[in-house]
């Protein structure tokens, strides 16, 4: 892949889902919508590599994008009728559809990727279709990252998007923010996808680098929009606190030179305490309202357990086992088990961490836990901490061949070179 490549992904995981945001308001289908940015990603992906990178990507995709729509008007491949209000004959319709293009970037407003969500999040879907679907849209990833996300093959996943684009264009589902009781009922999706948005953008699954923080931020400012929203939901404070803490380790979590430095490791003069305290003040709001042992307050009740600790060696550990042990009972998953074990490990010894772990799964098993490289990277850790050195480096060889992140491997790569002077 050349530079000029990389530099049009970066540009894509930016800037496409204001560029699918702003379609969608043109069109009023989120589907056409991403078809007509994909589009313009091929153009760019042709064009920019002989002509150079224009000094405005945005509008430059915006443009593509329109001649693309236009193109399909004269096909026919776009339905009249979805357009039919723009004006009755279809030179007409040509040139009014360019020229609202042509300001639809410039006219989006702080909430049109709310709206993006919540469209994406519509009830005709299944959970899992609203969830992979917004996350494709909204955070730019690719099928293969959300499906590891899910822990599922890329091939399930692509189907359910697919699927779930479908029914919504069935459905003629309109681009907008629900009201009333419809605004809640989305609300548990829309977290999730902000969630899942925030941990790609705070853990990359693929490339070159340890962190997305665009991710990051927009998954923090449309959580902040939320709170701002529904001020009432106690999740969405809760949510907005976990944000809060786990980017306030932001600065920490990266070396001089990008390498990944995992919680243990880092220097908590580095923090960004006023964060904390933004959290903090997230998480009093939501057990205000009553939501203390919701999903997302157990999870940022662990993450504050971290951030007032001085030291790694003054976590209280015990405190995180019981706040894991209740999120396992309101939300049991594969990974919030694993988190058990290593909370576990470190309350009550490795011993106690290894048997808590093949509890869950074993190497040879078939749960999704044995083809995930974290499941390994603790396993080993439990295991060096043991004196088992052999397995502990069986253990570290399995993760480092599973991680797709160039330095979640090269911190693996690390542990196994230390794994090696020992012996």
Known sequence: MTDVHRTVEAIWKIESTRLIAAIARVTGDIGIAEELAQDALVAAMERWPQDGIPENPASWLM????????????????????????????QDQQQRLGEAMDHALDQVIDDDVLRLIFTACHPVLPMEGRVALTLRLVGGLNTA?????????????????????????EADVPFEVPRGQELQRRVNSVLSVVYLIFNEGYTATTGNEWMRNALCDEALRLGRMLAQMIPSESEVHALLALMEFNSARTAARRGEHGEAILLPDQNRSLWDYAQIQRGSASLGRAQQLGGGSGLYALQAAIAACHMQARTAEQTDWNRIVTLYNA???????????????????????????????DAIASPESDSPLAGNHLYHGVRADLLMKLGSITEA????????????????KQLLEVRLRQIDSRG
């Open 393 to 408: 480096r069986r253990e570290l060889q399995c993760a480092i061949s599973l991680t797709q992140n160039l330095r979640e």
């Open 145 to 169: 990252e959300i499906a590891r996300a899910f822990l599922i093959s890329e091939r399930t996943m692509g189907q359910r998007i697919f699927r779930a684009k479908k029914a919504l264009t």
């Open 327 to 357: 999120l396992l009972q309101t939300a049991p998953s594969p990974i919030v088990a694993l988190n058990r074990a290593v909370a576990v490990g470190m309350a009550k010894g490795p011993s106690a961490g290894l048997a808590a772990l």
């Open 63 to 90: 443009t593509a994008a329109k001649r693309r729509a236009i193109d399909n008007f004269r096909r026919g491949q776009m339905l009249a009728q979805k357009h039919g209000e723009i004006a009755r004959d279809l």
